[in-house]
């Protein structure tokens, strides 16, 4: 640390706790719609990429025309990731130069109203080949939202966690993440229960979207009362750096955000594979039923949640390489075993669900130090930029293109082992980026 930079007295606990409550929520909203659309990709299809021929029941219009629709829906998925670049450096740009506060505030109410209107949107049968186009609108100002999000919200978390918690703090943010695809995941299987088939695709399918409206307003009500983080104004930065944080400048920041692109790919292709797309995957491949589909994606949620919390608290002592190393290996050596024991037909229900738990639990080793990791690669001046860039190209690279790509190889190719090559190989290559953190970069002060 240099005389020309100020290190902000450690925020009052109080403080701390309504900042982690604020900044955590709006994840929570967004994860929740990602992880519905996600679990209503077929329904959506239905109903707005294919001829509504096959609309009411879901059955398409005639041969392959449910695998078309549904590679159309995830191209609509994967141009929302792309405007997530877009979104990171608009917002990151506000809240470096305004504050996390104003950019926080910001990004919670277009998510909401975005999420909303996609619940109200007439169909391909009612307005005609107009519906997709308003949907994939509707999904760009989402992925716009959602880039500002992370890069403010972690940057929120990391600036006000007490000294030697900010692996924990971080890793909130990824267990909203997890809160929210559990509850997009939980309510579709509530619906796919409680209501017929044909009452689910002529309708049903829209409640879980407008549940956002009143997640997203209490999400907005905490953060107009949030404060901005404690500390002294962005200072001029060293021409050093300590551990692996990286120093100021466009051409080091620029390196230091493809480095921790290089970190986190795994991250986002493994937790999109195994989080989002195996809805779709178990029934448009594998042939399992909607609800069969939905209970793995929510078990698979489930260790996903229940590995974060300790994977940050754990980083935090040991720090973060050897925790995020572990998760990434992890997934490169079980990914086609823990595949192969989902497709074999002699296996257990007790084995099959004990293999999402454990995949879920490997993302979550990632998911966990991944914020804090980030945070602590850039200075504040940039942080907001920097690190939300970091995060919204690796995710439109590797997570929005998740499900158009194993989707439409399995169909191409025939091979059901499409997303244990994906995970895996992401994973693989994400481990020799995660080799060059140090030991000690979680113990250095932020810049």
Same mark, same amino acid.
């Given at each position: 640390?240099?005389?020309?930079?100020?290190?902000?007295?450690?925020?009052?606990?109080?403080?701390?706790?309504?900042?982690?409550?604020?900044?955590?929520?709006?994840?929570?909203?967004?994860?929740?719609?990602?992880?519905?659309?996600?679990?209503?990709?077929?329904?959506?299809?239905?109903?707005?990429?294919?001829?509504?021929?096959?609309?009411?029941?879901?059955?398409?219009?005639?041969?392959?025309?449910?695998?078309?629709?549904?590679?159309?829906?995830? +191209?609509?998925?994967?141009?929302?990731?792309?405007?997530?670049?877009?979104?990171?450096?608009?917002?990151?740009?506000?809240?470096?130069?305004?504050?996390?506060?104003?950019?926080?505030?910001?990004?919670?109410?277009?998510?909401?109203?975005?999420?909303?209107?996609?619940?109200?949107?007439?169909?391909?049968?009612?307005?005609?080949?107009?519906?997709?186009?308003?949907?994939?609108?509707?999904?760009?100002?989402?992925?716009?939202? +959602?880039?500002?999000?992370?890069?403010?919200?972690?940057?929120?978390?990391?600036?006000?966690?007490?000294?030697?918690?900010?692996?924990?703090?971080?890793?909130?943010?990824?267990?909203?993440?997890?809160?929210?695809?559990?509850?997009?995941?939980?309510?579709?299987?509530?619906?796919?229960?409680?209501?017929?088939?044909?009452?689910?695709?002529?309708?049903?399918?829209?409640?879980?979207?407008?549940?956002?409206?009143?997640?997203?307003?209490?999400?907005?009500?905490?953060?107009? +009362?949030?404060?901005?983080?404690?500390?002294?104004?962005?200072?001029?930065?060293?021409?050093?750096?300590?551990?692996?944080?990286?120093?100021?400048?466009?051409?080091?920041?620029?390196?230091?955000?493809?480095?921790?692109?290089?970190?986190?790919?795994?991250?986002?292709?493994?937790?999109?594979?195994?989080?989002?797309?195996?809805?779709?995957?178990?029934?448009?491949?594998?042939?399992?039923?909607?609800?069969?589909?939905?209970?793995?994606?929510?078990?698979?949620?489930?260790?996903?949640?229940?590995?974060?919390?300790?994977?940050?608290?754990?980083?935090?002592?040991?720090?973060?390489?050897?925790?995020?190393?572990?998760?990434?290996?992890?997934?490169?050596?079980?990914?086609?075993?823990?595949?192969?024991?989902?497709?074999?037909?002699?296996?257990?229900?007790?084995?099959?669900?004990?293999?999402?738990?454990?995949?879920?639990?490997?993302?979550?080793?990632?998911?966990?130090?991944?914020?804090?990791?980030?945070?602590?690669?850039?200075?504040?001046?940039?942080?907001?930029?920097?690190?939300?860039?970091?995060?919204?190209?690796?995710?439109?690279?590797?997570?929005?293109?998740?499900?158009?790509?194993?989707?439409?190889?399995?169909?191409?190719?025939?091979?059901?082992?499409?997303?244990?090559?994906?995970?895996?190989?992401?994973?693989?290559?994400?481990?020799?980026?995660?080799?060059?953190?140090?030991?000690?970069?979680?113990?250095?002060?932020?810049?």
């Amino acid at each position: 640390m240099t005389s020309t930079e100020l290190l902000p007295a450690p925020p009052p606990r109080a403080a701390a706790c309504r900042a982690l409550l604020a900044g955590s929520a709006g994840n929570l909203v967004e994860w929740y719609e990602f992880g519905v659309y996600g679990c209503f990709a077929t329904v959506i299809a239905a109903n707005f990429f294919t001829p509504p021929t096959g609309a009411a029941t879901g059955t398409g219009a005639g041969p392959g025309s449910g695998v078309e629709a549904l590679v159309a829906t995830y +191209a609509s998925f994967a141009l929302a990731f792309f405007f997530r670049p877009v979104g990171a450096l608009l917002f990151g740009r506000l809240g470096d130069r305004l504050g996390r506060r104003t950019t926080l505030v910001l990004v919670v109410g277009l998510m909401t109203l975005a999420t909303t209107l996609i619940g109200l949107l007439p169909t391909r049968e009612a307005i005609g080949p107009a519906a997709p186009w308003l949907l994939t609108f509707l999904r760009v100002l989402q992925g716009l939202s +959602a880039g500002g999000e992370f890069g403010g919200a972690v940057s929120l978390l990391a600036e006000y966690a007490p000294p030697g918690r900010r692996g924990l703090y971080g890793a909130w943010q990824s267990f909203t993440v997890a809160l929210g695809l559990l509850a997009g995941a939980g309510t579709a299987a509530a619906l796919a229960t409680a209501l017929p088939a044909p009452a689910l695709y002529a309708w049903g399918w829209r409640i879980p979207f407008l549940l956002a409206l009143p997640l997203g307003a209490v999400a907005l009500w905490l953060r107009t +009362a949030l404060e901005e983080p404690p500390g002294a104004p962005p200072a001029k930065a060293a021409p050093g750096a300590r551990g692996g944080q990286v120093p100021s400048g466009g051409g080091v920041q620029a390196r230091a955000v493809v480095l921790g692109i290089g970190r986190i790919m795994g991250w986002s292709a493994a937790g999109y594979t195994f989080l989002v797309v195996l809805p779709s995957y178990l029934q448009s491949t594998l042939g399992a039923s909607f609800r069969s589909a939905l209970l793995a994606t929510t078990l698979v949620n489930l260790g996903f949640a229940a590995s974060i919390l300790p994977a940050g608290l754990l980083s935090d002592r040991y720090g973060r390489r050897p925790v995020m190393l572990g998760g990434a290996l992890g997934i490169a050596v079980l990914a086609f075993p823990l595949l192969h024991l989902l497709q074999s037909p002699d296996a257990s229900p007790q084995a099959r669900a004990a293999a999402v738990l454990t995949a879920g639990a490997l993302v979550g080793l990632l998911a966990g130090p991944g914020p804090a990791m980030l945070a602590e690669m850039f200075p504040r001046r940039v942080r907001c930029t920097g690190l939300g860039l970091a995060y919204a190209l690796a995710n439109a690279v590797f997570s929005g293109c998740a499900g158009l790509v194993i989707t439409a190889l399995t169909a191409r190719t025939g091979d059901t082992a499409i997303p244990a090559y994906y995970a895996a190989g992401a994973c693989a290559i994400s481990s020799l980026a995660l080799l060059t953190l140090r030991g000690n970069d979680h113990r250095e002060p932020l810049r």
